[in-house]
């Protein structure tokens, strides 16, 4: 993996943030059950070196908040100010692991979400430096190298290195070949854009039509806010779509574990693909209840998932069909590459979570790196899709007939314009300051 | 429960905030095998009123990280600003559900702590305006007055607002002779002091003796470092305590599933009373496996149980035989409310969690409140002390013969001397600036 920059000696000198808030609230997109009035936001960081190279990352938040998440991910300074990235494992090991700062969670919430945000950047920095896209530099890892930037603790009871080695030895079988298509087919995705719960019928039957004739093969509605208006919006969607068309439901924490079972119960009839956050994300029982409570329908949830020791329970636990990582919540894609393998290890499909500010740049790298070096296959796995914000992004995600094309440009797609950073920054930035 | 104060119309006008540390990682007092060189923090708020009252609250953390902490607090300044104390069912419940806010965790890590210390000084203000301790201000209110107080979401499948009343109700009979009870002979105590893992053995054989001569039913020792070490400690407490006397262990999440079986079962000829955060916090399943595979060792957890939610399932699973809340980690009073009816519910006892920086301070108050009015009784339950850093508070706890006396004062014991405030803010408290 070594390249000629890498080996020359640089440090990271710098670490910038920056609090990055978007007023979506004023046109109710992203609005759903739980979050009526989002205003889509990014605790940004910027790590900079002494030989002018930059690795950006970020936390999604909603709004308010977002400048406890800058100051959380300010606390990490002293972890990245003089080091490189040529051990990705030990750092991210080192920030997860300060006593102090864990105390504050631990691995969850604020101060996880900031380590996911520094990890990102440091890795898109080490991606940049190689000249690669991270899905491509990942992929090209070895499984030692792969297995050396997992954190094992919490997970031996289901997931040892050993086991993990196994697993990642299998797919070097054919891993040629599957770049190959991915460079050549891309990733499938699904759209939520139809979805949202602010859109009137006409809106939802046009974006439903729009979802078909831009070639997606899934697409997601919002739910869970009034049952007689999931009725009619699953309805309207069904009309459009057709009997037989992967349409999923997401109803995002809304209810109690008795509520769910009733109420996706009456939504059998529009045979929903899955049912999504179907209650707290912290119910590792209540998932399980629900799934037995609603079978055959799978229910699906990871977005609002802590860490790998949640996501590990909700697979042993038999609570979930398909596994929604989430890039920027969990520690960053070290540990997002122990829940591919978590997920891979019970047979269970990843289909992650995206949207927000940048989610979609992020997490295809992480799809298609589990095609290539980890899971092996993309049946049953789709990549969500929405179409906010892309334009604030230097690389943005590029869709062609349904499918994410594969990125191509060095790095893992985290960078904004530095004008969109300028003018969204809140509160000074133009955007804010004339509201 | 309306006083003469409280008709008076009134508003918080003010939400001070102060970044307080103790350095006490020169001493190694609070060391234990994940946490080798704490700083005991305080993200301190006040809450300050129009007509002259202050109600004091605050987050526990170990240093680094204590400003994010802090900001997270003053993030629910618009919360409180304006205000009165009349509802606080309402206005606890508003900040879980800031939509914005609420995805920082959901409930969960920074931004739930920050609730809990606003939540805690809100109940601060409210017991000081009645003129009582929280504890008997709490065991005054009628059972609907209580229900009131709850957040049932995602509580619904194992406890519902009637089976709440019912619990409350039936423990109406004899409230008055507890809180008799409680206000002649306190609350039992145990005291972690002897346990830490910086001390050697002659500290550690000092410190069990001086906690049998001060009167305390039980000991605890830290675990999970070496354990040759733990094996040789628990034979010095054996000795100086007795083969009968109740000695708890306590990990700190150091292990994983298998290691905790193991090392747990190489510890059994000590006969340890319970044994305490043997794996992550988090991990609801473990836990269980955990318990059946050490039985018939209990397992207790909870002082890094990040809710109500997480709780439920360990209940549900059978995991523990001992609920560990904390006074300042879920969201404040009312969230603990729900977890002592929880517990009530399983019929399982609640030893809380304390030490800190006034935790024991805090917790008592529960306890007391939970014998008075919910659980009706203290059989197999005791509040943890430790006698640490109490001089800095205005109300300290009061030890008698290894209990705690209960509070007179009015108030939830939580405030600070404005000197010790001063002296220890960090960075420039004059404890700081020396160092």
Not at 46 to 53: F, I
């Amino acid at each position: 993996m070594t390249t000629p920059q890498e080996q020359k000696s640089y440090r990271i000198v710098e670490l910038e943030t920056h609090d990055i808030r978007f007023p979506t609230s004023r046109e109710l997109d992203g609005s759903d059950a739980m979050n009526p009035d989002p205003d889509y936001s990014a605790a940004y960081v910027v790590l900079k070196t002494d030989d002018g190279y930059a690795g950006h990352g970020f936390a999604f938040t909603i709004g308010r908040g977002n400048d406890v998440q800058t100051a959380a991910i300010s606390a990490l300074e002293s972890y990245v100010i003089g080091r490189d990235v040529e051990d990705l494992g030990a750092l991210y090991k080192e920030m997860v692991y300060d006593s102090q700062l864990r105390w504050l969670g631990p691995e969850k919430g604020v101060m996880h979400m900031a380590i996911s945000a520094v990890v990102n950047a440091l890795w898109d920095l080490k991606a940049k430096r190689a000249g690669k896209p991270l899905w491509l530099l990942l992929s090209e890892l070895t499984p030692e190298q792969i297995v050396d930037l997992i954190d094992f603790r919490y997970l031996s009871d289901v997931l040892t290195p050993e086991q993990a080695l196994e697993i990642l030895k299998k797919a070097e079988k054919g891993k040629g070949e599957r770049v190959e298509h991915i460079k050549r087919e891309g990733y499938p995705a699904y759209t939520t854009s139809p979805g949202w719960l602010g859109y009137d019928d006409d809106k939802l039957r046009r974006l439903c039509k729009e979802a078909l004739d831009a070639g997606f093969g899934q697409i997601k509605l919002k739910v869970g806010a009034d049952l007689d208006d999931d009725i009619r919006r699953f309805r309207v969607a069904r009309e459009v779509c057709g009997a037989d068309f992967p349409i999923a439901i997401d109803a995002n924490q809304r209810w109690d574990v008795p509520a769910a079972i009733d109420w996706v119960n009456a939504l059998k009839p529009f045979n929903p693909h899955w049912v999504e956050e179907p209650t707290s994300p912290d119910d590792v029982l209540g998932h399980a209840a629900i799934a037995e409570g609603i079978k055959p329908i799978p229910v699906a949830t990871g977005e609002h998932v802590q860490n790998r020791i949640v996501f590990k329970q909700l697979l042993q636990a038999g609570a979930i069909s398909y596994v929604q990582l989430d890039s920027a919540r969990v520690g960053g894609v070290n540990e997002n590459i122990a829940i591919l393998l978590l997920a891979a290890r019970f047979g269970i499909p990843v289909c992650p979570h995206a949207g927000g500010v940048g989610l979609c740049e992020l997490v295809q790298h992480l799809s298609m790196f589990d095609y290539a070096a980890v899971s092996g296959t993309m049946e049953n796995r789709v990549i969500e899709y929405v179409d906010h914000l892309h334009e604030h992004f230097v690389d943005p995600v590029v869709i062609v007939d349904g499918r994410y094309a594969a990125p191509s440009s060095p790095g893992f797609s985290a960078a904004m314009h530095p004008e969109s950073i300028a003018a969204h920054t809140f509160p000074d930035g133009e955007i804010w300051r004339d509201a």
